[in-house]
C-alpha cells in the first residue's frame, strides 16, 4: 500500500502561514522576475486566474479584485518542504520525496495498522506542527494513490483522506477519474483513449494489455497493471546523484555591463560547486552559456556558448569559477543586451575515485579542508556568508522581486515580529 501526500497549494500556504490575516483572500505567486503566475490560492482560482498568465496582464484583475501578490519565496518554501518532509518520515519506515511538495509515503509492511485513521492522523500531524495543510489519497499502488488523492480533494474535501480501502471505494474512485487526469497520461495519450470510447480510468481496465503496450508504450503497460492494483512503478526512497548541475538566472534587468556578468557567472560556478561537493562529486567539463532577448525583435540576438574540458576534474569553487569567466572571455561580444546566463558541469563522478592528470602535483589537501569549512559556515550561517571576492556581495545581477516576503524560518534578521 502506498500514501500519496501532497500539500495544497503549496506555496500560497507557505506565504499565509506567516500571515493570517490573509487567509480566505485571493493570493497568486509569481515566477523568478516576477514574470508569470505559477500558484494560485483556491480563491484566485475562483477568480478566473489562469496559471502560467504574464502577472502584467494581470495587473488590473489584481487590483480590481485585491488579489495579494508574492515574488517567488524559494528559501522559504524549501525549508517549509523539508519540515513537512520530515514530519512525514516518522510516520512510514520508507518515504520516498516526489517533489518539493509531495511525497510516497511506503505502507506496505503497515499490516496491522489502520491505515485510513493512520491518513487523518497524518495530516492532522502537518497541520498542527507545521502549519500546512495536506490532502492524503491511500491506495494499492503509486498511480491509484496519486488519484486517490485528487479524489480526495474533489470529492472528499472535508475530510481531506481517501482510502480506496475496498471493491467499492476503488470503483467509485476510479469511475470518477476521467482519463486524462490519470498520472501519466496526459492529453495526448488521453485523446486516443477517448477516440476508442474508452472515457474514465474504470473504462481502461477493460483495455488488453497488449492493446496498452502497442499504443502507449510500457509506460502504458505498467500503469495498466498499476490501475489493476500491481505495483510496477519502481520506488527511489534516496536520491540518485545528479549527472549534471545547471545554475542559471535571468538578469533583474537587460544589460551589456560585463562587471555584471561576471558577477552572475561567478555565483552560478560557486553554485554548482557547492552541489557538487553535496553529493560528494567532481565534474570533467564545465559549460557556459550567454543568452539574449528573443522577443525583443528590435535587439540583435547573439545566445554564444562554450564548453571547457577541467585539466582536472574537480569540485573546487575557485577552479570551477576560473573556468567559467575564461569561457567568458571566449564569448563575450559587446554591443548586446544580456538577458541570461549559466553554467553547466557535466561528466560527473564520484570523488572518492577520482583519476588524477599525471602532471598535477599541486596538493589539495589544504583545498579541501578550506572548502569543507566554508561549506559548513555557509550552512549554519546562511548562504553566501563567506564566498570568493569576484562573487562580490552586492548581487547587480539579482532577479526582480518587487514582491517579496520575508525568509522567516532561515535568517535571522526576517524573523517574524510578535508585538504583545
Known amino acids: 500500500m502506498f500514501a500519496l501526500v501532497d500539500c495544497n497549494n503549496f506555496y500560497p500556504s507557505c506565504e499565509r502561514l506567516f500571515r493570517p490575516e490573509l487567509r480566505n483572500r485571493p493570493l497568486v505567486v509569481l515566477s523568478n522576475n516576477d ?10 482560482k475562483m477568480l478566473g486566474i489562469v496559471m502560467g498568465t504574464p502577472a502584467y496582464m494581470n495587473n488590473a ?4 479584485n485585491k488579489v495579494v501578490v508574492f515574488s517567488s519565496n524559494y528559501t522559504l518554501y524549501g525549508d517549509m518542504s523539508d519540515r513537512v518532509m520530515k514530519t512525514l518520515s516518522s510516520f512510514v519506515p520508507r518515504l520516498e520525496i516526489y517533489s518539493i511538495d509531495e511525497a510516497f509515503l511506503d505502507m506496505g509492511d503497515m499490516v496491522y495498522a489502520d491505515l485510513g485513521d ?3 492522523r497524518i495530516r492532522h500531524s502537518v497541520m498542527q506542527d507545521i502549519g500546512i495543510p495536506v490532502t492524503v489519497g491511500i491506495a494499492a499502488t503509486k498511480t491509484l494513490a496519486k488519484m486517490a488523492n485528487r479524489h480526495a480533494k474533489k470529492a472528499h474535501r472535508s475530510a481531506g483522506v481517501f482510502y480506496a480501502a475496498n471493491a467499492h471505494l476503488l470503483d467509485e474512485m476510479l469511475r470518477a477519474t476521467k482519463v486524462e487526469d490519470i498520472w501519466g497520461i496526459g492529453k495526448q495519450y488521453g485523446t486516443l483513449l477517448r477516440s476508442k470510447g474508452f472515457d474514465t480510468a474504470f473504462d481502461v481496465l477493460k483495455v488488453p494489455e497488449e492493446w496498452m503496450r502497442t499504443n502507449l508504450t510500457v509506460v502504458g503497460q505498467r500503469l495498466w497493471n498499476e490501475l489493476k492494483g500491481i505495483p510496477a512503478i519502481e520506488s527511489e526512497y534516496e536520491q540518485p546523484g545528479k549527472k549534471n ?3 542559471s538566472r535571468s538578469f533583474g534587468k537587460l544589460t551589456a555591463d560585463r562587471t555584471i556578468i561576471e558577477e552572475a557567472l561567478a555565483n552560478h560556478a560557486a553554485g554548482c560547486a557547492e552541489k557538487l561537493r553535496r553529493q560528494q562529486s567532481v565534474c570533467s567539463s564545465i559549460h557556459v552559456f550567454l543568452k539574449t532577448n528573443v522577443h525583443r525583435v528590435e535587439h540583435r540576438q547573439y545566445m554564444p556558448s562554450i564548453t571547457l574540458q577541467c585539466e582536472n576534474a574537480t569540485n ?7 573556468y567559467a569567466l575564461k569561457a567568458l572571455d571566449i564569448i563575450y561580444r559587446q554591443g548586446f543586451l544580456f538577458m541570461k546566463c549559466g553554467v553547466i558541469v557535466s561528466g560527473l563522478a564520484a570523488d572518492n575515485v577520482l583519476q588524477k592528470n599525471l602532471f598535477d602535483h599541486k596538493d589539495r589537501s589544504q583545498g579541501k579542508k ?8 555557509n550552512k549554519s550561517m546562511g548562504e553566501g556568508t563567506v564566498r570568493m571576492a569576484v562573487q562580490r556581495f ?5 532577479l526582480r522581486a518587487d514582491h517579496l516576503s520575508n525568509r522567516y524560518t532561515t535568517h535571522i ?3 517574524l515580529n510578535v508585538q504583545l
Open 394 to 398: 552586492e548581487k547587480r545581477y539579482a
Open 413 to 415: 534578521d526576517e524573523i
Open 370 to 377: 578550506a572548502l569543507a569549512a566554508l561549506d559548513k559556515i
Open 61 to 64: 484583475h489584481f487590483k480590481k
Open 118 to 120: 493512520l491518513g487523518l
Open 245 to 247: 548541475i545547471c545554475t
Open 35 to 44: 514574470g508569470c503566475v505559477i500558484a494560485r490560492s483556491d480563491e484566485a
Open 316 to 322: 573546487y569553487t575557485g577552479e570551477i569559477i576560473a
